[in-house]
């Protein structure tokens, strides 16, 4: 698979999961916030899949209020 294609399921991976927080209705500012981070991440750094996880787990441990 090349990095094109890669990097236009990466950012289509985030986007679903906007999607999803947005119809379960809890879309908050910080996981659109997220959402704009996480594809610039993957834009920027050409390696979409860790920028995702890492992304996904920032945000999660956040929400849950629990510091590492």
Do not use: H, Y
């Not at 236009?8 to 999607?19: C, L, P, S």
């Not at 659109?32 to 610039?40: G, M, P, Q, R, T």
Request: aromatic share 6%; glycine share 4%.
């Amino acid at each position: 698979m090349n990095t094109t294609t890669t990097t236009e399921r990466a950012i289509a991976m985030v986007e679903a999961f906007r999607t999803m927080m947005r119809e379960l209705g809890s879309c908050s500012p910080a996981v659109e916030k997220f959402a704009d981070w996480a594809i610039v991440r993957i834009i920027a750094c050409w390696s979409p899949k860790m920028a995702v996880e890492t992304a996904m787990r920032n945000v999660l441990i956040g929400q849950a209020g629990v510091t590492v």
